[in-house]
């Protein structure tokens, strides 16, 4: 199935975050911390959540890595001339990973949360993505977006994704369910424990691409459309920098819009 997404716009809140991480995407290159620690060892480390469809995913049969920032990772470290090295976390751990540098640089399409650019240093925007919902096709709860927010219907997000504080904040009736790893959403929607997920558009192709029972809630308009960046750990405005001419050089080059297109994203780029 192919998903079509409705028109998606960052709204007033995201074009204000756009435009203040856009500030960045013109300034001088000069080394700080993290550059100087990566020229010093020549290994630029990356963190990824490798449970990302089309972002950073690693592939349950061949344990290949795939998608637009596994593509555009490599792309940076081959902009700096160094080796790169992949550092595994997930959404929960990201900013305590970042700030006890673990890695140099997050680079899995994360979602510009003011609570998250509270603590991190975001990059100017490359992706946007508004929120779905799936469910199963035998699930009756649920046959639209209208049903998701009613008495007696259980809502799943994934701990730590930018789902999780705007459904809380949104629903008023439907019961919200955090899931935690090793926990799955897929794995509670099919043993029925809830009756629908929420998700990015990214992820919602892992379902509609491999999974038969898998059906798609789309929002009938804009919901909460976020802007997507990379990040990096706050006080090293050189090496935020150093990220945000690599955003810009491959916006303008056309590596990102071909990255986007190899992994289905081309209809959620921020040009």
């Excluded at 990356?46 to 795939?66: E, F, K, Q, S």
């Excluded at 976390?89 to 509270?118: H, W, Y």
């Excluded at 959403?185 to 990214?202: C, I, K, N």
């Amino acid at each position: 199935m192919t998903i079509t997404p409705p028109f998606l716009r960052l709204g007033r809140t995201g074009l204000a975050v756009a435009a203040l991480a856009a500030m960045f995407s013109t300034a001088p290159a000069v080394a700080g911390p993290a550059a100087e620690r990566v020229k010093t060892s020549k290994v630029l480390r990356v963190c990824i959540w490798p449970d990302y469809y089309g972002v950073t995913y690693r592939h349950p049969n061949t344990g290949a890595l795939g998608g637009i920032d596994i593509e555009l990772s490599a792309a940076f470290a081959a902009d700096l001339g160094v080796k790169l090295q992949y550092v595994e976390t997930t959404f929960p751990k990201l900013i305590a990973d970042l700030n006890a540098d673990s890695c140099d640089v997050a680079m899995f399409a994360i979602g510009m949360l003011p609570q998250r650019m509270e603590r991190l240093a975001f990059s100017q925007p490359y992706l946007q993505s508004d929120i779905y919902g799936i469910t199963t096709r035998s699930n009756r709860a649920v046959n639209g977006w209208a049903d998701i927010d009613k008495p007696g219907v259980r809502v799943a997000v994934q701990a730590g994704t930018f789902m999780e504080p705007v459904m809380k904040a949104q629903l008023k009736l439907a019961q919200v369910v955090v899931v935690s790893p090793p926990a799955t959403r897929e794995q509670e929607l099919e043993s029925g424990r809830v009756d629908v997920f929420m998700t990015d558009y990214p992820y919602s192709r892992r379902l509609l691409d491999n999974a038969d029972w898998a059906r798609l809630i789309a929002p009938p308009k804009p919901f909460n459309v976020l802007p997507y960046a990379y990040t990096v750990k706050q006080g090293d405005d050189e090496w935020l920098a150093t990220v945000n001419a690599f955003v810009a050089r491959i916006k303008r080059d056309g590596r990102l819009e071909t990255a986007a297109k190899r992994n289905g994203l081309d209809s959620i780029i921020v040009r």
